[in-house]
């Protein structure tokens, strides 16, 4: 669902926003260091192992077909049932016939990226089915009404104040500000969910296809509970989400934590293969859905190496542009630099044209990538599709032929550059102008223009060598 | 099964002109496995990385010692009710017999196939205290305890209590998971769930203050038994 607001509203919107920005702050500096520490434990800083997972990645991708055919057979040999759906809305039928045909009135649901991509709560609800957030930060956002501020901390916008008297007033719970006292609160309201759903809603970190295995990685126990304690599990999985081998698992899952979250290994590693035999307790039903929604033709295209990524949010946080902006302003599910790309990857370049801007390609997110995908190269390929599609601006259309003449005659540049020396000396504010008139504005309207310095670096250079005979002693 | 055909023809369709840097055909070999080091070395690192992670490690030097923490534990909460594995699955013999000498009487775990008797149970076993589990086995490196299921081996003893007490021999510690996966292959297939727990539950979603006791346990106890 798009918002209403263009992307420069969104961005003005975040850019105001004062608690948005403790609550960046807060994370984005956090799990920086977290991760940080983490790869600090490996000799090498993990570069072997990120290598080897980045290789894990391409070679299954590049074998999809076979791999995803063996896991889906895997699957339904271990007692699954293996749904394909091409679209957001075929995933979200599927989900809704399956809760029909078995009587589900209620859901309990884990957190999953590829659940908010298809809207599958809003879908379930217009059908008349009880879904509630487990994840403890979720559940708080969902009772707040609002969306998540973060992808892994969704509710660290709100003080620990807020979050009581949300509590207080949703659940309850009587009034208190201390962090454990609430948790305790949402166990036991959860705990009446979880042990009364008819289904739990999951996604999956990783599938394996040589045993049809479905890998759930997460730290409070929710996931757990949401696939053990309902009758029905359903399992919602992107279709490039897979690894060959439990070995090749045991190489992503020494990536995956400390890329999020600066853990070794998460609380609880799951690995779920078909519903419950002759077992004590677990689901009676296991229905995996497999949900394309344009993944099969991102993967033809000069930008499939974005479906390498695991959805471990290190990207975000080394990001100086989300850092700022927060999630919101990306304006679809999928933030950050790999929103950045994913996002008109998967719904056209036409809508999205001004993500793949949003950067400086400082390159920030291919160094802490676990699997070293190379943003800056993909938002360039974007950046020129964009273009080919008429999307680049008016101003920006006239201004680089000018700057073209600029650059290939020395004349025109030097005159230009006396110019804008003159003219930015005198309108700049302590050193930058933040506001020109149009054309100008097009640069403006997303970036700052530094002043220039007094002296031209030729001039500069010139002058020291009169004065010193050479110009490179100070 | 029109969708399946449709995706992975899609798919095919798409291999054909994609671009995917660093990928090959086959996989490189696997890097050579860490050396053997002896169960001394493992059991430590395990108790060393286990405790970090704010399980209780415990290392009792025999079974019958083994038996008497348990039993301690038990007794430092007198729980109502307890959830736990059957004998033939606990590296402790017997076990269920001494805590039932204790009168401590284990839930029945079987949770039935008709939802209302579903429910109906799962409220009662929602009441257990204490779950008593054992380990398939334990990871040096990470201080994972690595759990899994069949036919007596409740997942809700280790899941839902608020202490999970799980009994790990200390010949079933490996360096890593990969060295895991390697010994027992077949571990994943042949059981519906396996689960790698590495300590209590825990969350920082409310100002990143570290809560522990979330959904899952709040106190985990590994006992190493000889």
């Given at each position: 669902?798009?918002?209403?607001l263009?992307?420069?509203?969104?961005?003005?919107?975040?850019?105001q926003?004062?608690?948005?920005?403790?609550?960046?702050?807060?994370?984005?500096?956090?799990?920086?260091?977290l991760?940080?520490?983490?790869f600090?434990?490996?000799?090498?800083?993990?570069?072997?192992?990120?290598?080897?997972?980045?290789?894990?990645?391409?070679?299954?991708?590049?074998?999809?077909?076979?791999?995803?055919a063996q896991f889906?057979?895997?699957?339904e040999?271990?007692?699954?049932?293996?749904?394909?759906?091409?679209?957001?809305?075929?995933?979200?039928?599927?989900?809704?016939?399956?809760?029909?045909q078995?009587n589900?009135?209620?859901?309990?649901?884990?957190?999953?990226?590829?659940?908010?991509?298809t809207h599958?709560n809003h879908?379930l609800?217009?059908?008349?089915?009880?879904?509630?957030?487990?994840?403890?930060?979720e559940?708080?956002?969902q009772?707040?009404?609002?969306?998540p501020?973060?992808?892994?901390?969704?509710?660290?916008?709100?003080?620990?104040?807020?979050?009581?008297q949300?509590l207080?007033?949703?659940?309850g719970m009587?009034?208190?500000?201390?962090p454990?006292?609430?948790?305790?609160?949402a166990r036991?309201?959860?705990?009446d969910?979880?042990?009364?759903?008819?289904?739990?809603i999951?996604?999956?970190n990783?599938?394996?296809?040589?045993?049809?295995?479905?890998?759930l990685?997460e730290?409070?126990g929710?996931?757990?509970?949401?696939?053990?304690?309902p009758?029905?599990h359903?399992?919602?999985?992107g279709?490039?989400?897979?690894?060959?081998?439990?070995?090749?698992?045991?190489?992503m899952?020494?990536?995956?934590?400390?890329?999020?979250t600066?853990?070794?290994?998460?609380v609880?590693t799951n690995?779920?293969t078909?519903?419950?035999r002759?077992?004590?307790?677990g689901?009676?039903?296991?229905?995996v859905?497999l949900?394309?929604?344009?993944r099969?033709?991102?993967?033809?295209?000069?930008?499939?190496?974005?479906?390498?990524?695991?959805?471990?949010?290190?990207?975000?946080?080394?990001?100086?542009?989300?850092?700022?902006?927060?999630?919101?302003?990306y304006?679809g599910?999928?933030t950050g630099?790999?929103?950045?790309?994913?996002t008109p990857?998967?719904?056209?370049?036409?809508l999205?044209?001004?993500l793949?801007?949003?950067?400086?390609?400082?390159?920030?997110?291919?160094?802490?990538?676990?699997?070293?995908?190379d943003?800056?190269r993909?938002?360039?390929?974007?950046?020129?599709?964009?273009?080919?599609a008429?999307?680049?601006p008016?101003?920006?259309k006239l201004?680089l032929p000018f700057y073209?003449l600029a650059?290939?005659?020395?004349?025109?540049?030097?005159?230009?550059?006396w110019?804008?020396?003159?003219?930015t000396?005198?309108l700049?504010?302590?050193g930058?102008?933040t506001?020109?008139?149009?054309?100008?504005?097009?640069?403006t309207?997303?970036?700052?223009?530094?002043?220039?310095?007094?002296?031209?670096?030729s001039?500069q250079?010139?002058?020291?060598?009169?004065?010193k005979?050479?110009?490179f002693?100070? | 099964?029109?969708d399946?055909?449709?995706?992975?023809?899609?798919?095919r369709?798409?291999?054909?002109?994609?671009?995917?840097?660093?990928?090959?055909a086959?996989?490189?070999?696997r890097?050579?496995?860490?050396?053997g080091?002896?169960?001394?070395?493992?059991?430590?690192s395990?108790?060393?990385e286990?405790?970090?992670?704010?399980?209780?490690?415990h290392?009792?030097?025999?079974?019958?010692?083994?038996?008497?923490?348990?039993?301690?534990?038990?007794?430092?909460?007198?729980?109502?009710e307890?959830?736990?594995?059957?004998?033939?699955?606990?590296?402790?013999?017997?076990?269920?017999d001494?805590?039932?000498?204790?009168?401590f009487?284990?839930?029945?775990?079987?949770v039935?196939?008709?939802?209302?008797?579903?429910?109906?149970?799962?409220?009662?076993l929602?009441r257990a205290?204490i779950?008593?589990?054992?380990?398939?086995?334990?990871?040096?490196?990470?201080?994972?305890?690595v759990v899994?299921?069949?036919?007596?081996?409740s997942?809700?003893?280790?899941?839902?209590?608020?202490v999970h007490?799980?009994?790990l021999s200390?010949?079933?510690l490996?360096?890593?998971?990969?060295?895991?996966?390697?010994?027992?292959?077949?571990?994943?297939?042949e059981?519906?769930n396996l689960?790698?727990?590495?300590?209590?539950?825990?969350?920082?979603?409310?100002?990143?203050?570290l809560?522990v006791?979330?959904h899952?346990?709040k106190?985990?106890?590994?006992?190493?038994v000889?």
């Amino acid at each position: 669902m798009q918002s209403n607001l263009t992307f420069h509203e969104r961005v003005e919107d975040a850019l105001q926003n004062q608690t948005l920005h403790l609550a960046l702050d807060r994370a984005t500096g956090r799990f920086t260091s977290l991760r940080a520490n983490a790869f600090a434990s490996f000799a090498d800083n993990g570069d072997a192992i990120r290598d080897r997972a980045r290789m894990i990645r391409a070679h299954t991708l590049s074998r999809l077909d076979t791999y995803l055919a063996q896991f889906a057979d895997a699957v339904e040999a271990a007692g699954g049932h293996v749904h394909w759906a091409s679209t957001a809305e075929a995933a979200n039928t599927v989900v809704i016939q399956i809760a029909k045909q078995n009587n589900v009135r209620s859901i309990v649901k884990g957190k999953s990226m590829v659940t908010e991509e298809t809207h599958l709560n809003h879908a379930l609800e217009s059908a008349g089915l009880t879904v509630i957030e487990s994840d403890l930060g979720e559940y708080i956002i969902q009772l707040a009404g609002e969306t998540p501020s973060h992808i892994i901390a969704p509710a660290i916008h709100k003080t620990k104040e807020q979050i009581g008297q949300l509590l207080h007033e949703k659940i309850g719970m009587p009034l208190t500000d201390e962090p454990s006292k609430m948790t305790a609160a949402a166990r036991a309201k959860l705990r009446d969910v979880f042990l009364n759903a008819d289904m739990g809603i999951s996604g999956v970190n990783f599938g394996v296809a040589e045993t049809g295995t479905i890998c759930l990685v997460e730290n409070e126990g929710n996931g757990r509970l949401t696939t053990t304690a309902p009758r029905i599990h359903l399992a919602m999985m992107g279709i490039e989400r897979l690894v060959p081998t439990l070995h090749d698992l045991s190489v992503m899952l020494q990536v995956l934590a400390r890329s999020a979250t600066g853990q070794k290994l998460s609380v609880y590693t799951n690995l779920i293969t078909g519903p419950r035999r002759a077992d004590a307790d677990g689901p009676d039903q296991l229905h995996v859905v497999l949900v394309d929604n344009g993944r099969s033709r991102v993967l033809g295209t000069e930008v499939a190496e974005i479906l390498y990524c695991i959805r471990c949010g290190a990207c975000l946080n080394a990001c100086p542009v989300y850092q700022q902006i927060g999630g919101h302003a990306y304006g679809g599910v999928y933030t950050g630099p790999v929103g950045a790309v994913l996002t008109p990857a998967l719904y056209g370049i036409d809508l999205w044209s001004e993500l793949p801007h949003a950067s400086s390609l400082c390159g920030a997110c291919r160094e802490v990538c676990p699997v070293r995908i190379d943003i800056p190269r993909m938002l360039l390929q974007l950046r020129d599709e964009g273009h080919r599609a008429g999307k680049t601006p008016g101003w920006l259309k006239l201004g680089l032929p000018f700057y073209r003449l600029a650059a290939t005659t020395p004349w025109v540049f030097h005159l230009g550059a006396w110019l804008a020396r003159t003219a930015t000396r005198l309108l700049a504010a302590q050193g930058w102008l933040t506001k020109l008139p149009p054309p100008l504005s097009g640069w403006t309207a997303s970036r700052d223009f530094p002043a220039f310095a007094p002296r031209s670096f030729s001039a500069q250079f010139k002058r020291r060598k009169n004065h010193k005979g050479t110009a490179f002693t100070k | 099964m029109a969708d399946r055909d449709s995706i992975l023809n899609a798919i095919r369709q798409s291999l054909t002109t994609t671009h995917l840097p660093e990928a090959q055909a086959t996989l490189p070999p696997r890097p050579a496995s860490v050396p053997g080091l002896d169960s001394g070395a493992l059991a430590d690192s395990f108790a060393r990385e286990a405790s970090a992670l704010g399980v209780v490690v415990h290392r009792p030097q025999t079974q019958a010692q083994a038996v008497e923490t348990v039993l301690k534990i038990l007794h430092e909460s007198e729980p109502d009710e307890v959830l736990t594995w059957s004998d033939d699955d606990l590296p402790l013999p017997h076990l269920n017999d001494f805590l039932r000498a204790e009168n401590f009487d284990p839930l029945d775990p079987l949770v039935p196939v008709d939802p209302i008797a579903r429910q109906k149970k799962l409220a009662e076993l929602a009441r257990a205290e204490i779950g008593v589990t054992g380990a398939l086995a334990g990871l040096a490196d990470t201080g994972a305890l690595v759990v899994n299921t069949s036919p007596a081996r409740s997942r809700l003893a280790s899941l839902l209590p608020p202490v999970h007490v799980a009994l790990l021999s200390v010949r079933s510690l490996y360096p890593t998971m990969a060295a895991f996966f390697a010994a027992h292959p077949d571990s994943v297939r042949e059981a519906s769930n396996l689960v790698f727990i590495t300590g209590p539950s825990s969350t920082g979603d409310i100002e990143f203050t570290l809560t522990v006791g979330v959904h899952g346990p709040k106190t985990v106890h590994g006992v190493l038994v000889p």
